[in-house]
């Protein structure tokens, strides 16, 4: 059957079937040489010459050279997907674009050559067929980097951030380590291969011939791969597509983008080591173990403050979460967002337990009572409510700010209640009789955050006017404005130990304050975008930081 259609005699198919040994996969493909270049007869195939066609090898390249671009584009794809891969996939990874039907078109005609087989799942190569794709598309990828005239480099994903992890470990393994095996030999060092592929990073930022986004992404990971110290790395301005930047080898060590410059560069397709949205909220555990931090995609992820190991990542709000909070007291973590629900969790499996429901807008700040059994919060709708855990029921509203509702804080006592807002006042309220008692006046513009000092007698405040203020809470006095940021204040915490308070701010600075003097101790610089949150660790000798960097720093 493999042999139909072709013209010869019984001693010329005999001798055509010894040359490749009998092999099925190699005699269709010879078979198809021989109908495209010697119009289907055995002898003028045979007469031509054997030797160049002889081995499986031979007749893969012989065959591969008369592809056209699109068909090899195909090809190389196939070996890099290593398994069944349908061709809606395939059609979404291959640039430039292509139509369905282009695409159906040399399908068909792979098949048609048995360069490639399928079934219902999808499209593949013959393993001995892959291995061959595989070997061409080092070789070419090679010669693109010794020569710096990239091509297949720009078009093809050498690994992909979203393959199933065995898949990613096989191009790891069969694609790029080989790519920078052989490189490194031709190139005389690693330092020489390191210094070749930064001249393509430069390159790609400085001709802007990377319009498919491969190129950017590929040099990232064979620069990790090669266990590069990328601190200080420039790759702004870059298209990165199908980048993991969460490891590299050996696959469980981290991956150290310390300073690594991506000013204006776009990413698509990548796996980042945390989530890749603006950092709105940051808390540490009570027992210091674990650090949440929320953002502005509705993730929530909680890690294990000791080896910063991602441990759970909550997901059930659908947009904005504006703040998290842990109980003092229960494995539990509280958050709050932008469609205008409360959120309980189970923060020792991560799962999903509760939702609280009531408020008619964003829910902009949570916080718990000390003895765990009281969660209040505060909303966009002027209202600042207190829900019972226990029965998951609101069980008062306090009515009194005429604006949004920013921050709420229990008093360590937890009798006191306070709360602060855009119409520019802190009020305390007695939760016994849910009156206010108290309204602290002297912020020129919106309080963004509140926070008691451990023993009560303090209530530290930042606001849009840029300053902190710190207050006598049984006077209602001023104690003093602490002056320094250049820009709002958006959030502050006392630590928990010592007389400090620690504020953020969207100058991008974190300050450290001594709230005896009011001195500003330091000031810690290390976000590129406006801070959204700041945290004290328990012990009091971390402090953690979220901003719109898309960056948690401890």
């Known amino acids: 059957m493999t042999l139909k259609g072709l013209s010869g005699s019984e001693d010329e198919t ?29 002898a003028s195939f045979l007469t031509a010459g054997t030797t160049i066609f002889q081995g499986i090898g031979n007749l893969l390249e012989q065959q591969f050279q008369r592809l056209s671009t699109l068909e090899q584009q195909v090809m190389y794809w196939l070996a890099i997907h290593r398994e069944k891969v349908s061709p809606d996939k395939l059609q979404a990874v291959l640039t430039p674009a292509l139509s369905k039907p282009q695409l159906m078109s040399s399908l068909e005609s792979l098949r048609w050559r048995s360069l490639i087989e399928c079934n219902t799942v999808g499209f593949t190569q013959q393993p001995v067929v892959m291995e061959y794709v595989t070997d061409s598309l080092i070789e070419q990828v090679c010669q693109e980097i010794v020569t710096e005239s990239p091509k297949y480099l720009l078009t093809h994903a050498l690994m992909q951030a979203q393959a199933k992890d065995y898949i990613r470990d096989s191009q790891i393994h069969l694609i790029a380590r080989p790519i920078l095996n052989q490189l490194e030999i031709t190139l005389g060092s690693v330092h020489q291969l390191e210094h070749k592929l930064g001249r393509l990073i430069r390159r790609l930022q400085n001709e802007a011939i990377d319009t498919v986004g491969y190129g950017g992404g590929n040099l990232l990971h064979l620069l990790a791969q090669l266990e590069t110290d990328l601190t200080g790395y420039d790759f702004s301005h870059l298209k990165v597509r199908e980048c993991d930047l969460r490891w590299r080898s050996p696959p469980q ?111 902009t700040s949570i916080a718990f009572s000390p003895d765990g059994k009281f969660l209040a919060s505060t909303s966009y709708d002027h209202t600042v409510k207190v829900w019972h855990l226990a029965t998951g029921k609101c069980s008062q509203t306090l009515l009194g700010h005429h604006a949004c509702v920013w921050s709420v804080a229990f008093h360590p006592a937890g009798q006191i209640l306070a709360t602060a807002g855009e119409d520019n006042t802190i009020k305390l309220w007695d939760r016994e009789t849910e009156c206010c008692v108290q309204i602290l006046e002297g912020h020129q513009q919106w309080v963004k955050a509140i926070a008691f000092s451990p023993d009560g007698q303090i209530l530290a405040s930042g606001s849009f006017d840029q300053t902190v203020k710190l207050w006598d809470i049984h006077t209602g006095m001023c104690l003093m404005t602490l002056p320094g940021h250049a820009g709002v204040v958006t959030s502050v915490a006392f630590s928990p130990k010592e007389n400090l308070l620690v504020s953020g701010s969207y100058d991008q600075t974190v300050k450290i304050w001594d709230i005896n003097t009011g001195k500003c101790l330091d000031t810690l610089e290390k976000h590129t975008n406006r801070i959204w949150s700041v945290a004290f660790h328990p012990q009091g000798h971390l402090i953690a930081s979220g901003g719109d960097d898309h960056a948690a720093k401890v």
């Open 253 to 363: 060590a981290s991956l150290n983008l310390h300073r690594v410059n991506f000013t204006q560069t776009t990413f698509r397709d990548c796996v980042f080591a945390a989530t890749f949205g603006g950092i709105t909220s940051v808390a540490f555990s009570a027992d210091g173990c674990r650090l949440a931090t929320s953002d502005t995609n509705g993730e929530i992820n909680i890690w294990d403050v000791s080896n910063s190991k991602q441990l759970f990542s909550c997901k059930e709000h659908n947009s904005w979460v504006w703040n998290i909070a842990f109980s003092p007291v229960n494995p539990i973590l509280a958050s709050c967002g932008q469609d205008h629900t409360i959120k309980l969790w189970d923060t020792t499996t991560g799962e999903y337990l509760h939702t609280l429901q009531g408020h008619t807008s964003i829910v």
């Open 14 to 42: 005999r001798q055509l079937v010894e040359c490749y040994g009998g092999n099925p996969l190699a005699l269709k493909i010879a078979a198809t040489s021989i109908r495209d270049l010697h119009k289907s007869n055995i």
